[in-house]
């Protein structure tokens, strides 16, 4: 199994860049706005700025309020973003490697913070007719654009490079 492939550095500089950008945001709203403080920040009619401390994983799910509990999550987020580095190594299209990018850097932001504080630091609400969603951080952000680039990649393949050639197709390698 190769640990290193053709655009592991490209995907990788992507989770660096996605993994920076969430601690820059997370460290301006914690230590420089100080959004525990100020409460709820209304920005536009559907969309609220508020600190909000996520003990468990997505929506909430499977608490963990102890040091077990908080290692567990981390342990199983490690071993994921380890599991997809090793699967960037593999990739040879652009978007995919991307994908991967963003989503081990937000996971790696997310973690980060499970180990740093014990919870991942969410802030950003959107709501409407009285209706709210989760609240969510920069590092989600980059997750699911990650996840719908992989969803798109696998409804419209491109074919690996030597085999656009050979098939006619015509595509464009990404």
């Not at 630091?121 to 969510?136: K, N, P, Q, T, V």
Request: aromatic share 14%; no cysteine.
């Amino acid at each position: 199994m190769p640990l290193r492939g053709p655009l592991s550095v490209f995907g990788l500089s992507i989770a660096l860049a996605a993994f920076l950008a969430d601690r820059l945001s997370k460290w301006w709203l914690i230590d420089v706005f100080g959004i525990a403080e100020r409460g709820i920040v209304k920005v536009l009619p559907f969309f609220d700025l508020v600190m909000a401390w996520n003990r468990g994983i997505s929506y909430g799910l499977f608490q963990a309020d102890t040091g077990l509990g908080i290692a567990i999550l981390a342990g199983f987020a490690i071993l994921v973003t380890v599991a997809l580095t090793l699967w960037l190594a593999r990739i040879h299209h652009r978007l995919m490697a991307l994908s991967i990018g963003l989503i081990i850097g937000g996971a790696v932001g997310n973690i980060y913070d499970r180990i740093a504080f014990g919870a991942v630091a969410d802030f950003f609400s959107l709501h409407a007719y009285g209706y709210y969603w989760y609240i969510f951080n920069i590092a989600d952000v980059w997750i699911a654009i990650g996840v719908a680039l992989m969803i798109y990649d696998a409804f419209f393949p491109v074919a690996e490079e030597g085999e656009a050639g050979q098939s006619g197709s015509g595509k464009a390698k990404r």
